[in-house]
């Protein structure tokens, strides 16, 4: 989210290098936490409905000026809810006798990557018009890249300790923060709080659940065809499986941080684990990555005889538990402090959403209010108790 602001903020008709400074201050390393181990699928059909179209069709546009297809992978794809049937790939069950004929051909022949006779149900959801893909990682550190050519100034390992007001909370002043065990205070005229997870310590009245989620990056034997799947994976009868996770599988295409196809898979949150201190200090279980690649191996040769590249884990920042399409936030808006603003609360959609977050707040920033998108569902009124300290 801050990035995407400060892309839109430089390239904003009222912004002057010569008087404005756009500075980001980033606690870790950029793309550290979610912002870079997210799926990266995007959806015209994504909620909110104010924002969702807005930004799918800005994430076409910055693939289009910024290439975004070879440096960030953006493409367009196919989504679907799928049942499959998981199988062990290294005993006895695989064989052509486990297979049901009458589960083959329920979809597109273009799917090849999953095994014969895994398919008990395909339910499409997105297609090339509606639907499309990012390596959110590349894309965050991208859009910070293309703000720091139009006079942004990024700086990392910046732990920010406190937000400075004028008087009784009249108007932000300043912003602390630590860098290499120093502390440094920056004066300021508008601070945006775009800390995912993290916000509620610098914001108190900020309430937000922050489940950790596992996910994997793995290289296929070949390169997968252009399917986003959310899958429910149960075992084959017949098979040494008792249970299986059902990761969300999504194949990409090759980009500037991997030179070839890789497929991404994602595990289920987990509400337990407590937030760490930073994105640093996230702890990482090895045995839920496994069973995320295990799982997904199940029901695809290429991906299982493939390699894992990469195992992950981060946190993101939740309003509340809510029903699938159910709208919940983001919140997006200006707080009651002057010059005081919050972009959070993005959950699912987070790299889906950031570029219209960032644009409507450059708009709201420089003039007052936002004019691309009517979110005034998503203003912090609706979802902060007032009578809270920020």
Not at 97 to 122: M, T
Not at 206 to 228: D, E, F, N, Q
Not at 308 to 322: E, G, L, N, P, W
Not at 328 to 348: C, M, N, Q, R
Request: aromatic share 8%; hydrophobic share 35%.
């Amino acid at each position: 989210m801050g990035t995407s602001a400060a892309y839109f903020l430089t390239r904003h008709a009222f912004f002057d290098p010569e008087i404005h400074s756009i500075i980001l201050l980033e606690a870790g390393q950029l793309a550290g936490g979610a912002s870079g181990k997210g799926g990266g699928f995007i959806a015209s059909w994504a909620t909110p409905k104010c924002l969702a179209p807005l930004s799918f069709k800005l994430h076409n546009q910055l693939a289009k000026e910024h290439d975004g297809a070879k440096i960030w992978g953006h493409r367009n794809v196919f989504a679907a809810e799928i049942k499959l049937l998981g199988r062990s790939l290294d005993g006895k069950a695989d064989t052509p006798s486990e297979i049901d004929p009458a589960s083959v051909d329920k979809y597109p022949s273009k799917l090849d990557w999953l095994l014969p006779g895994s398919v008990e149900q395909y339910n499409e959801i997105g297609t090339p018009s509606n639907s499309g893909q990012v390596n959110p990682f590349m894309f965050t550190r991208t859009m910070a890249k293309l703000a720091e050519a139009k006079g942004a100034k990024l700086r990392l390992n910046c732990s920010v300790s406190a937000i400075n007001y004028r008087g009784n909370q009249e108007g932000v002043e300043s912003v602390t923060f630590t860098h290499e065990g120093v502390s440094e205070t920056i004066e300021a005229t508008d601070v945006l709080v775009a800390a995912g997870p993290w916000t509620p310590r610098l914001l108190p009245a900020v309430s937000l659940l922050t489940p950790c989620g596992h996910s994997v990056i793995a290289k296929p034997t070949r390169p997968l065809s252009p399917y986003v799947l959310f899958p429910d994976i149960k075992p084959a009868p017949n098979n040494t499986f008792s249970i299986l996770l059902s990761p969300d599988i999504y194949p990409r295409p090759s980009d500037d941080l991997h030179g070839f196809d890789t497929v991404y898979a994602s595990g289920p949150d987990n509400y337990e684990v407590p937030l760490p201190a930073d994105t640093d200090s996230v702890d990482l279980d090895e045995k839920k990555c496994n069973d995320i690649f295990v799982s997904m191996g199940s029901v695809s040769r290429e991906i299982h005889d493939g390699e894992i590249i990469a195992k992950q884990a981060c946190y993101k920042s939740q309003i509340r538990k809510h029903e699938e399409d159910e709208e919940v936030g983001p919140i997006l808006g200006p707080l009651s402090v002057k010059g005081l603003w919050l972009a959070t609360g993005h959950d699912e959609w987070r790299i889906q959403n950031a570029p219209a977050t960032g644009l409507v707040l450059s708009e709201m920033i420089f003039e007052g209010e936002a004019r691309s998108a009517h979110c005034k569902g998503l203003d912090p009124s609706h979802f902060l108790n007032s009578s809270m300290r920020l």
